[in-house]
């Protein structure tokens, strides 16, 4: 009697240590993931600002746990189509895979589109600096000058600028809002702008004068930029195809020797290996990019 009531207290003991265990790791995964997603929506919406999407963040977080979901189904429907050896181990390896591949595709997306919306400012940058030259002498002020860019309705330079004309037509110093602009924009072209207008206006320099220098500065920045990315773009495609080839012949071989490839995905140590591949890659794949990546 004394035996089965102490195996029942042992078996009762063990059942509330595991119970508490789970609760203490539902609450520490379900704390990490509010912090995580905390984060995420407040770097997004910053992304968001940038590029001037009227979309709330919190959409872009559910929008990618959709892109997970839909890929990792679809990543195990194409499994499970091409494969003729299907196991469960090897489906779940495969869509975890594709879920975490597919999660930071948004966030790359604004990226690559502010990217673009910088670099075509820094395009329109050019022609703008000539038309506030022209315009400063025909006798405009500065923020005149600025309202000329702000009019003329070419985007996003045209945007950048009527914010500027807006918080100094609010009572924003024209130091202040130029250093809110530079923040905003982040671009080392418009820095050097900003920094001779205020300088120009300390020490009374000739404004026609430098915004010409500028403009034909930013003019061989660009003609520099475009040759090196023609040197560089053989580079950037071996990055692509270095980082392609290991997945693709990952399904060629499963074609060829699924015996093989089902020895890698239903053992631990073949998953912890293909994991490790996978990492090495992306590893090489960035690196590559960063070696072709040249700040002029």
């Known amino acids: 009697m004394m035996v089965e009531y102490g195996q029942l207290l042992a078996s009762t003991c063990a059942g509330m240590a595991v119970m508490f265990a789970t609760l203490v790791i539902v609450e520490f995964t379900s704390f990490v993931s509010s912090r995580y997603k905390e984060r995420y929506i407040r770097e997004t919406s910053v992304e968001l600002d940038d590029v001037l999407l009227q979309m709330p963040a919190g959409r872009i977080f559910d929008l990618t746990l959709a892109i997970c979901g839909l890929s990792a ?10 494969s003729t050896n299907w196991s469960w181990p090897k489906a779940a390896f495969i869509a975890s895979l594709a879920a975490v591949i597919s999660f930071p595709v948004p966030r790359l997306y604004l990226k690559y589109l502010r990217k673009k919306r910088l670099q075509k400012f820094n395009e329109q940058l050019e022609d703008a600096l000539n038309s506030m030259s022209s315009a400063l002498k025909a006798g405009f002020s500065i923020n005149q000058a600025i309202e000329v860019i702000a009019s003329e309705n070419r985007n996003p330079i045209s945007v950048e600028f009527r914010l500027l004309l807006q918080e100094i037509r609010l009572g924003v110093p024209l130091e202040q809002a130029l250093d ?4 905003r924009l982040e671009s080392e072209d418009f820095e050097l702008v900003a920094t001779a207008i205020l300088t120009a206006r300390q020490t009374g320099g000739e404004l026609t004068v430098i915004f010409e220098r500028l403009a034909a500065m930013i003019r061989e920045r660009m003609r520099i930029s475009g040759k090196l990315r023609a040197l560089t773009a053989q580079g950037r495609m071996q990055s692509y195809i270095v980082g392609a080839m290991p997945f693709l012949l990952m399904i060629i071989m499963n074609y060829i020797a699924p015996d093989m490839m089902s020895s890698f995905f239903n053992s631990m140590a073949g998953l912890f290996l293909i994991i490790g591949a996978v990492g090495l890659v992306v590893a090489g794949f960035l690196v590559i990019r960063k070696i072709t990546s040249i700040d002029i």
């Open 180 to 183: 809110n602009m530079v923040h």
């Open 73 to 82: 189904f679809l990543a195990i429907i194409v499994f499970g189509m091409s």
